[in-house]
């Protein structure tokens, strides 16, 4: 199985500051072929589902707001929040969907300092 | 709009069998496009994926984690448009809330959840 390590396990940051969450994998998840990172990120708030914010790394599911950015290639990805509004905090997760079973990363959580 | 069901929560003793039912409105379980999975999340396992149901070139395809791959059996209801969860066995390490999620064969991620259930294994 393809492990998904995040860091920190959570964060404090000021309203109107960036947060950035790391992700890492135990190998690849670059499809070589279309060069695609098949690796997600996820929102969870208590009490409610995860919610999709990013897919192939770097793309914003729709209605997601343009403060959610997505980086990173191969093994290391980043998760940005530009500008941290109140209604951010949450657990967020990222997932790898390159090799079944699909797996999460532990998640980090995002708090306001 | 998509939206999936899952059914209430749930209390089973060690040894029975674990039945959750996603109810699907907005897609059908036999999209060809989709593919429907379980989802369980805990305090010790985290988020884990259980397994997925899908149809495709007109026949239906399941595939599982290894880990629960023996105890474990996902099928579609076509005529109710669901699909059901269905685990033996249970011990009290099956205790989580479970997901029913919808992967979208374009994007691979799960975009749609349903909102959970809380299912507890005590004697």
């Known amino acids: 199985d393809i492990v998904m390590t995040q860091s920190p396990d959570s964060l404090a940051v000021s309203l109107g500051e960036r947060a950035t969450v790391s992700c890492k994998s135990n190998q690849s998840v670059l499809y070589n072929s279309d060069s695609k990172n098949f690796l997600a990120w996820y929102q969870q708030k208590p009490g409610q589902p995860p919610k999709l914010l990013i897919y192939?790394?770097?793309t914003r599911e729709s209605g997601v707001p343009d403060r959610f950015s997505g980086s990173g290639s191969g093994t290391d990805f980043t998760l940005t929040i530009n500008s941290l509004q109140t209604e951010d905090v949450a657990v967020y997760y990222c997932q790898q969907y390159y090799n079944s079973p699909w797996t999460f990363g532990q998640g980090t959580k995002v708090e306001i300092k | 709009q998509v939206q999936l069901q899952q059914s209430s929560t749930g209390l089973l003793k060690p040894s029975q069998t674990l039945s959750l039912t996603c109810v699907i409105s907005?897609?059908?379980?036999?999209?060809?496009?989709?593919?429907w999975s379980w989802i369980r999340q805990s305090p010790s396992r985290g988020l884990e994926w259980l397994g997925r149901t899908y149809y495709r070139s007109n026949k239906w395809i399941t595939d599982y984690a290894l880990s629960v791959r023996s105890r474990m059996a996902i099928s579609p209801d076509t005529s109710r448009n669901q699909f059901s969860l269905q685990m033996t066995s249970a011990t009290p390490d099956d205790t989580a809330v479970y997901y029913c999620a919808r992967g979208r064969s374009a994007i691979r991620a799960f975009d749609v959840w349903g909102q959970g259930t809380m299912v507890i294994v005590s004697s």
């Open positions: 907005g897609d059908s379980v036999s999209d060809n496009t989709v593919a």
């Open positions: 192939w790394a770097s």
